[in-house]
């Protein structure tokens, strides 16, 4: 089980095409800096529907986006460390 | 020793992620790493024959990919949907690699105790 | 208890990624982790440079890692090719390399990726930012 760390935007670096292309089906996917804009694009909401899913809160706060994407896992930089240690590896893209 | 997988997913030349991505491959190798790496996505575009980095102000760090097997890192998988998107599926490559599936990468992310992606 | 290594290649300014390696790595050791090391490569090393100098309003990154440094003795190390290349240089390579100024000090230390790599081999979890 393998955390996916994605800190950019779709539109800006393939981190997260490649990510979701090469990921296995029981790993989870942590998007933070530019990188929770994806969620408000249909594709990429298609894209990860099935997936375990956190947003890194503080930026999802600081885009203005707390409730577009109320319906998202936040988290906070203590859960990040958590889920880092829950997870067997992060792998960041 | 730790399995440490590379991942090389951006072109060679226009940023120095690659160049930094072998730097790393063969010092761990060298500290007694058991070394693979994967291309994908634009990050087969390292294995394109015949660059020429110098023209363009870049150092030929391509060459050096010649001295993998020197550092016994043996496996180099490349993503064959990549290779074929960027024409490269029938072509001699630079290195000798495997084509594999996206599924094969996919194992091989989950077998590594970590993966570093440039 | 659990062991990181923690790797920054983002910038200081020009990305989030590296405040995201700072409030993580604080997280962490304020919850009893402990971090092998901060090891910055690629253009993490920019974190580093003692003339940053950001307005006195914005968040300073290099003074917070410094003071995440004395707090926790939090050890904060560039990869020396990467930086040198970047102009990022301290007062010994300015000397070897016959220039007059450096803008790299302590905490910060000067190192190869062998100490990424001796850090990984004993760590529990690698986190790249």
Known sequence: MILHHIQTSPNQDNALSCAVH???????????????YALLEDKWQQALQDRRLFLLKSDVQAR?????????????????????????????? | MKKLTIVFRRAPHGTPHGREALDLALLSASFEQDVSLIFVDEGVLHLMPEQQPE??????????????????IETV???QSSLARFGLANSELTISVERVTSNNITEQLQAADEVLVF | MSKFIIQVNGPAYSSSASYNAYQFSKSALESGHEIIRVFFYQD??????????????????????????????????????????????????????QVSHWNMQAPFTMGGLGELVTGLESADRLVSF
Do not use: M
């Open chain 1, 22 to 36: 090469y990921a296995g089906e029981t790993d989870s996917f942590l998007l933070s800096g530019n990188g929770v």
């Open chain 1, 64 to 93: 203005g986006l707390t409730k577009r994407l109320v319906e998202y896992a936040c988290i906070d930089h203590n859960e990040f460390v958590q889920q880092a240690l829950i997870h067997k590896k992060v792998i960041t893209w």
């Open chain 2, 55 to 72: 023209t363009a102000g870049a150092k030929d760090y391509i060459a050096t990919f010649g001295a993998l097997e020197l550092y016994d």
């Open chain 2, 77 to 79: 998988l490349a993503c």
């Open chain 3, 44 to 97: 993490g090393v920019f974190n580093t440079s003692g003339l940053n100098s950001p307005a006195s309003d914005e968040f300073d990154l290099t003074r917070s890692w410094i003071e995440l440094s004395a707090q926790y003795r939090l050890e904060l190390v560039n990869c020396v090719s990467a930086a040198l290349r970047r102009g990022i240089i301290s007062e010994t390579e300015a000397k070897e390399n």
